[in-house]
């Protein structure tokens, strides 16, 4: 498989009072044409890792990496010129709430035409167009008029469709989508995830989907990594995760509930998130 990322022993670390503290902590992947799910619970380093891959941690945070490469162009020394051409145009990345993610004084149109202008040269009615387009290509009705709408006249399933089809205006060759239906009901869950994977299968995209959800990333994703404590413990092909040895990834599993068969109690994790102790096994395809 040809790689799209391709990540050594990435770390993002912050001075605090106490001494340096690491968010993610040498971990090691790789990102084909595929979808890539990345699971752990809050704290792990999911996002820090999405972030970091763009280069969008702020100061005084600090990103290191043996490598980190996209079609094996350097991203950790490139520029933040060419930075701002990748991001967007060549790797996008889907925000957990998109109220939060969208400008609240600009329509949708507005947002989705200054995304487009940004990155192609093209007039303003041509980016409208494809703004049109793209709303339609993500199942949102009447488009036209959801152009002239403000983020806060959506619903929750609208908006998070609204920045998908803002981040895949430019067509970018990597997504990366952190919890993008963690905020919607279980219908518009179906629906985005239907999109995302109609999306990536006819453009050949790569997606590294972010989530807490170990059920929905092993029906959806073809690979998945199991992060802890700022590591890469566990990784294995999505068919598989039901043999996974690792205890943390095993602690995970055990603790989902079964509404099938009830238990009083859920299974707790011995260890907490301070513990620094589980081994760093690579994601590398």
């Not at 205006?169 to 989508?177: D, F, M």
């Not at 299968?201 to 994703?221: P, Q, T, W």
């Amino acid at each position: 498989m040809t790689h799209l990322i391709d990540v050594e022993n990435l770390r993002v670390t912050f001075p605090t009072r106490s001494g340096t503290f690491e968010a993610v902590r040498g971990i090691s992947f790789t990102l084909g044409k595929e979808r890539l799910g990345i699971v752990g619970e809050s704290g792990s380093g999911k996002s820090m890792t999405g972030r970091a891959l763009l280069r969008l941690i702020r100061p005084p945070g600090q990103i290191t990496a043996d490598r980190m490469e996209m079609h094996g162009q350097d991203l950790l020394n490139a520029s933040e010129k060419r930075m701002r051409q990748v991001r967007g145009r060549q790797m996008s990345m889907i925000m957990q709430d998109p109220k939060f993610s969208l400008n609240p004084v600009m329509t949708v149109g507005q947002q989705m035409i200054e995304a487009l202008r940004t990155h192609e040269k093209v007039s303003k009615s041509r980016a409208g167009e494809r703004a049109l387009e793209m709303l339609d290509e993500v199942a949102i009705r009447n488009p036209e008029r959801v152009l002239t709408l403000y983020p806060h006249e959506v619903s929750g399933g609208m908006g998070q469709r609204i920045m998908i089809a803002m981040m895949l205006l430019p067509k970018p060759e990597i997504l990366i989508a952190d919890e993008p239906t963690s905020a919607l009901d279980v219908s518009v869950q179906l629906q985005v995830l239907d999109i995302m994977d109609k999306l990536v299968k006819e453009r050949g995209m790569g997606l590294i989907f972010i989530s807490h959800d170990l059920n929905l990333v092993a029906k959806f994703c073809d690979r998945i990594a199991v992060m802890y404590a700022g590591r890469i413990v566990e990784t294995c092909k999505a068919s598989e995760l039901g043999r996974a040895k690792h205890p943390y990834t095993l602690g995970l599993l055990n603790a989902v509930p079964d509404l099938e068969h009830p238990r009083a109690r859920l299974d707790v994790l011995k260890r907490d998130p301070a513990w620094r102790e589980a081994p760093s096994v690579s994601a590398r395809q």
